[in-house]
């Protein structure tokens, strides 16, 4: 199984759609987890931390499900600019990062 | 706001020959990784260092590879003999001692082509 499980897409969507990203991590000791957007041959960029009670960020939403090892990520009100590499990371208890193969999103007209 | 730079943006080198990638991190983080993505592919974690020692590493982090930081701001990554499939986009990042959500801060990386 693989560490953290994303699907690769993509998403294509219409400007002002909402689109809803899902991933699965398979250690339980993972400690914290995180979106990150990558955009093409950049760099990952850290999008937001995910918690439990769940966190907004503007038209972002994501949400931590420790019990069922799942986290997501809500994308409201799609701009062209979303158009990216989102990234599900997910640090383990050593602190290094262990990352998805990212979920592609293209934003179109 | 505070960033991690890298150098070069990109480097090209012939196969067996000797890089160096330069990294400086964030002026108040004290750990440090190294990732690497081929094209196409996911992110790898390489190796993290703190306190001037290798914390971790992976199985890709093998002899061919080392990391030091020869002074108060550099942190660079060596490879001895390049492969090949060294070819990659290389990053750095870093993360600061405590507190907050443990968030990493990545370089803008560097490109290695190995011919």
């Known amino acids: 199984r693989k560490e953290v499980e994303q699907d690769p897409g993509p998403f294509n969507v219409p400007e002002g759609a909402t689109v809803a990203f899902n991933c699965t991590y398979s250690?339980?000791?993972?400690?914290?987890f995180f979106w990150y957007r990558q955009d093409c041959r950049k760099e990952p960029k850290l999008l937001m931390s995910v918690y439990s009670s769940g966190n907004e960020d503007g038209r972002f939403t994501a949400q931590l499900n420790r019990a069922s090892q799942y986290i997501s990520l809500l994308i409201r009100d799609s701009k062209l600019s979303d158009s990216a590499t989102y990234l599900c990371?997910?640090?383990?208890?050593?602190?290094?990062?262990?990352f998805g193969s990212g979920t592609r999103l293209l934003v179109r007209p | 706001e505070p960033e991690v730079t890298q150098t070069p943006s990109h480097q090209v080198t012939q196969m067996g020959q000797e890089v160096i990638l330069r990294c400086v991190p964030i002026?108040?983080?004290?750990?440090f990784y190294w990732y690497r993505q081929i094209l196409g592919q996911k992110v790898e974690f390489l190796v993290s260092?703190?306190?001037?020692?290798?914390?971790?590493k992976s199985e890709i982090f093998d002899d061919q590879f080392s990391v030091e930081r020869p002074d108060g701001s550099n942190f660079t990554l060596k490879i001895r003999s390049t492969k090949l499939e060294d070819s990659a986009m290389y990053f750095c990042?870093?993360?600061?001692?405590?507190?907050?959500?443990?968030?990493?801060?990545f370089g803008p990386g560097t490109r290695l082509t190995v011919l």
């Open positions: 002026s108040n983080h004290l750990y």
């Open positions: 990042a870093s993360r600061a001692l405590a507190g907050g959500d443990n968030e990493q801060f």
């Open positions: 250690n339980s000791a993972s400690q914290s």
């Open positions: 990371v997910v640090m383990d208890s050593s602190y290094k990062l262990i």
């Open positions: 260092f703190y306190n001037n020692e290798i914390s971790e």
